[in-house]
């Protein structure tokens, strides 16, 4: 099973959310609100925009008149990632490395 780190930072105004896994690799890097081309990584490109709402980034991305949402919420020292497109909702939960 492969157990990705995802690391989310924040420099200015900008924010980064890097993912590591066996898979593949990837970031971003963008401020809330605006919206930026991603690829995700599964090599889709898409029209992305981040959201804060108390502890929750809400990030949607949008391509070819679909729409899939995550939700990263943070609570102490875990993070639960929840992606949904349409009817199909998937959780991942993370744990804060030492």
């Known amino acids: ?3 990705p780190t995802t690391i989310i930072a924040l420099d200015g105004d900008v ?10 690799n990837t970031e971003i890097k963008f401020k809330l609100g ?6 995700t990584a599964d090599d889709r490109k898409v029209k992305s925009v981040v959201t ?16 899939t949402s995550l939700v990263r919420e943070v609570d102490g020292n875990s993070l639960t ?7 199909v909702v998937c959780t991942r939960s993370y744990v804060k490395g030492e």
């Not at 924010?15 to 593949?24: A, H, I, P």
């Not at 605006?34 to 690829?39: A, L, Q, V, Y």
């Not at 990632?81 to 009817?87: K, S």
Request: hydrophobic share 35%; aromatic share 10%.
């Open 1 to 3: 099973m492969t157990k």
């Open 15 to 24: 924010f980064t959310l890097k993912t590591v896994s066996t898979f593949k």
């Open 34 to 39: 605006e919206e930026f081309d991603e690829t």
């Open 52 to 67: 804060l709402d108390g502890n929750k980034l809400l990030h949607i991305q949008k391509w070819d008149g679909k729409e």
């Open 81 to 87: 990632l929840t992606l949904t497109l349409g009817d």
